[in-house]
């Protein structure tokens, strides 16, 4: 589980195609503390770390499959591509976003970037089969970020991108047409069960 607060931006060194396919993320996480086989939300999507690299160089690598690089936005990631991280909560930390599983559910297209006030406003379309899981005021996660919908219009709904999510995130380099990875949220997602039967 994850709050949807990024604490890193690493960058993708290295991509190796083997079957599934191998990448490698720079980061400035002090590896010596992650283990092998823990979870890192690399732009959202939760990954299994499987290499690492030490304290003089600090990278890790996970292994996407198939599946992964179809439903999210790995599938683009060429070297150099910037990724926002999160290592998992533990018990006790502050929930200071909301609860990120870091299963994504599709990917969702950047259809508009403008400045408002100090912030940015940023319009997004998301996939019909998942509009009605979200709601004005609701939570998602993109590209790993627990972000507040502000308003939902038919299959677009927007958010405000303060200075400081701009500045420790990926999106101040969004921009109309970009892609990212979308996850809905976890109570829309079960409330919606319950009153389907």
Partial sequence: MFTGIVTDVGHVRHIEKRGDTHIVIATNYDVAQVEIGASISCSGVCMTVVDKGGT?????????????????????????????????????DELGGHIVTGHIDSVAEVMLVVPEG????????????????????????????????????????????????????????????????????????YVARLVKG
Wanted: proline share 4%.
């Fill in 56 to 92: 003089n160089d600090r990278w890790f690598a996970v292994t996407a499959s198939g599946e992964t690089l179809f439903k999210t936005t790995m599938g683009q990631w060429k070297t150099g591509d910037r990724v926002n991280l999160e290592r998992p909560m533990r018990v006790g």
């Fill in 118 to 189: 100090e912030s940015t406003r940023m319009s997004f379309q998301a996939p019909a089969a998942l509009s009605r899981f979200i709601a004005s005021k609701g939570s998602v996660a993109l590209d790993g970020v627990s972000l507040t919908v502000n308003e939902v219009d038919g299959l677009r709904f927007g958010v405000n991108i303060i200075p400081h999510t701009t500045k420790v995130t990926t999106f101040g380099k969004v921009k109309p047409g970009s892609k990212v990875n979308l996850e809905i949220d976890l109570l829309a997602r």
